[in-house]
């Protein structure tokens, strides 16, 4: 019994230190895309998310935090969290994407649960690219 105990707990403590990452790309037919801004996001994610969306050939139009979600044809919002754990780095962050007020994609990276687990420490930087990557799998209007 306690072999079986000794064997199941490194699986039940691994499975509690889970970084998810949730990815449903938007459809290819896109060429621009206006970004909400969040002021409670640190700028340098804002400032990764609209050039990483340029190098895909996406046209960017910044909206104020106040704009709404049909101020444009296609609007993304934005989110993200750091926190502090031996040093700082991005615990969460998400990307949803809207085409007349009905989502049609979003990006979802959350390490919240991952306290155990040292691939947490990523870069923000790469993990916002590879994030518009999959988001946006296609370059602009192809």
């Known amino acids: 019994m306690n072999k079986a105990i000794f064997a199941v707990l490194p699986v039940l403590v691994l ?3 889970a ?8 459809p290819a037919d896109l060429r621009e895309l206006c970004v909400i801004e969040n002021p409670g996001v640190r700028p340098g994610f804002v400032s990764e998310l609209r050039s990483s969306l340029q190098a895909r050939g996406y046209r960017v139009r910044m909206l104020a935090p106040t704009a709404k979600l049909d ?10 969290r750091w926190t ?4 700082l780095y991005m615990s969460y962050a998400e990307i949803r994407v809207y085409r ?15 306290s155990g687990n040292p691939g947490k420490f990523i870069d923000a930087e790469t993990k916002i690219r590879e994030l518009v990557q999959q988001l946006f799998p296609a370059p602009a209007g192809a």
């Open 15 to 17: 499975a509690g230190c």
């Open 19 to 26: 970084i998810r990452q949730q990815v449903q790309a938007v």
């Open 71 to 80: 101020e444009c044809p296609v609007t993304a919002t934005y989110a993200a």
């Open 84 to 87: 502090w754990d031996l040093a």
């Open 100 to 114: 007349d007020l009905r989502q049609i994609g979003s990006a979802v990276y959350d390490s919240t649960r991952g």
